[in-house]
């Protein structure tokens, strides 16, 4: 018989029992966990219990699903392969809370589980096993919530307990989002007038609409309120970091407009690109226009020197990065001597991070150094402040990258599989789909990334092979990773309601659908 995993109220593995042992009497602690599964529409799947079930059999509905783990195996391996047993399906999870119960059912037995809830959406086929599971549904959360007051025992312990943990954590987070949200529009309506009062100084009035469109096109101010945030954070004035805050914004679109000229994309942010709208000319033109005003957002600061210098080098840091990109494209530009020649075959995951660490987590690291600078930091609180910069620009682009494969066309705002499409292989989760899949899945992914023209077809095929491995639930991982080192450096910072609102964006960055 299968031996479950016991543990101490820490979650500390302190040894194995059979499972029958582990749920005699008032049961021994052992872990477990509840997966919660949700459709686009929002409704959870709940299960009826089977007639086999030794506790709380046949008429009791629980989570989607709920199981132990494994000697050696983690709440999300166990998870991902208890879905497919029981429900036939798979799904990346995510682990929100673990909380400890105990629970007698009649004098059969109980339970006394330390139990993870972990959470993932699917909307498509649901195929139960019917020695598992005797019915499903999916149900409104709303309804539940009700059916819980008016029918309480129709659902077993650890479901109501589960699920009364996740609203109030989903309630948390939908509040520090709507905080965030009114900080970023408030942020907006201060930044704005002075990113299109530096960009219209010293260009012909009847150009103005040349210059603003870039920065009209939209964008969360997520830059500049990042820089605003932390000089806050240390009792910085709003004055004295205006300026560059609005200066790094426009670096930040200088950045952007090359890219779409070095990519030929049509689309940002739902709208022509600069150089779609204007031509390849003008987009060149306004490139320069809008490097040579983020410098004038620099020039007006507390520091003009030191933070021109830190413009300077972060922006030299993100061309870097964007050759870097372009040499891990596997084809196109053939007329170009330099990418042809040196262009990468093979890419490491160290070369992906040093790419994404200089393309994208650059400027985040900037945007905090000149927040702390304008605010009269000391070495060690601008240190701290950089280190969070740099790994929430970290997490921000794995993010970016899980979306590109896995996110919603409509809520993301670009086209699911465009990092295939333009042949990039300085994706994380292209990367480790192939390090997963086998060698002819592996060859077949090249193959379209390596393909003259890409058509949608490819791009769905690709997606739907990647979809075979665990590259999504890795980069999810890895972006937590970088969000809790970001989060980490804030305990060497001042506590207060800017703190939180750094810790909240470091979340933020990891959840974030578009």
């Excluded at 972990?118 to 409104?140: F, M, P, Q, R």
């Excluded at 709208?271 to 000319?281: A, C, E, R, Y």
């Excluded at 990773?481 to 609102?501: D, R, T």
């Amino acid at each position: 018989m299968k031996k479950l995993l016991l543990v101490d109220k820490k979650d500390k593995v302190i040894g194995f029992e059979t499972k029958e042992n582990c749920h005699q009497g008032k049961g021994i602690l052992h872990r477990a966990f509840s997966v919660y599964i949700f459709n686009n529409k929002g409704q959870l799947l709940i299960q009826q219990r089977s007639k086999f079930k030794p506790l709380w059999p046949l008429y009791w509905w629980a989570p989607t699903c709920c199981s132990h783990p494994r000697k050696g195996e983690g709440y999300i391996d166990a998870g991902e392969r208890r879905l497919k047993e029981e429900l036939g399906f798979t799904c990346s999870l995510k682990m929100i809370d673990k909380f400890q119960y105990q629970a007698r059912y009649k004098n059969v037995g109980s339970e006394n589980e330390m139990c993870a809830i972990l959470i993932g959406t699917h909307s498509g086929k649901v195929k139960a096993n019917s020695k598992e599971i005797a019915d499903w549904k999916w149900i409104n959360v709303n309804r539940l919530k009700d059916d819980f007051k008016k029918n309480p025992d129709k659902y077993v312990p650890w479901l109501k307990t589960g699920f009364k943990r996740y609203l109030k954590i989903k309630e948390k987070e939908e509040k520090s989002q709507k905080q965030l949200d009114l900080f970023l529009k408030q942020t907006a309506a201060i930044v704005n007038p002075v990113i299109q009062e530096l960009l219209e100084s010293y260009i012909d009035k009847k150009f103005h609409k040349l210059i603003n469109y870039q920065a009209a096109t939209g964008g969360k101010r997520a830059r500049p309120a990042l820089t605003i945030i932390c000089s806050k954070l240390l009792g910085g004035k709003i004055k004295d970091v205006l300026y560059p805050a609005a200066g790094l914004e426009i670096l930040h679109n200088s950045t952007l407009i090359v890219d779409d000229i070095i990519d030929h994309a049509r689309l940002r942010r739902k709208k022509p690109t600069t150089l779609f709208k204007f031509g390849q000319s003008v987009a060149e033109c306004m490139g320069l226009d809008y490097l040579t005003t983020a410098f004038q957002g620099a020039n007006r600061s507390t520091s003009p020197v030191e933070i021109s210098e830190i413009f300077a080098g972060t922006l030299k840091t993100i061309v870097d990065g964007e050759i870097l990109d372009i040499l891990f494209e596997q084809r196109g530009r053939q007329e170009e001597p330099y990418i042809a020649k040196n262009r990468y075959n093979r890419i490491t995951n160290q070369e992906y991070y040093k790419m994404i660490a200089k393309k994208t987590a650059a400027l985040f690291q900037c945007c905090c150094e000149v927040g702390g600078i304008s605010a009269g930091a000391t070495k060690k609180q601008l240190k701290a402040l950089k280190d969070y910069g740099f790994n929430l620009g970290m997490a921000f682009q794995v993010r970016d990258d899980i979306l590109d494969i896995f996110g919603n066309e409509k809520k993301f705002g670009k086209k699911i599989g465009k990092d295939i499409e333009e042949r990039k292989l300085g994706n994380i989760v292209i990367l480790s789909a192939l390090t997963e899949l086998s060698k002819s899945d592996k060859e077949k992914i090249l193959k379209i990334i390596r393909k003259k023209e890409i058509k949608n077809k490819d791009i769905k095929e690709a997606i739907k092979l990647i979809k075979k491995t665990r590259a999504c639930e890795k980069a999810c991982d890895l972006a937590e990773e970088f969000s809790a080192k970001a989060k980490e450096q804030l305990k060497l910072l001042p506590q207060n309601k800017w703190n939180k609102s750094l810790e909240n964006l470091a979340d933020f960055v990891v959840q974030r659908e578009k």
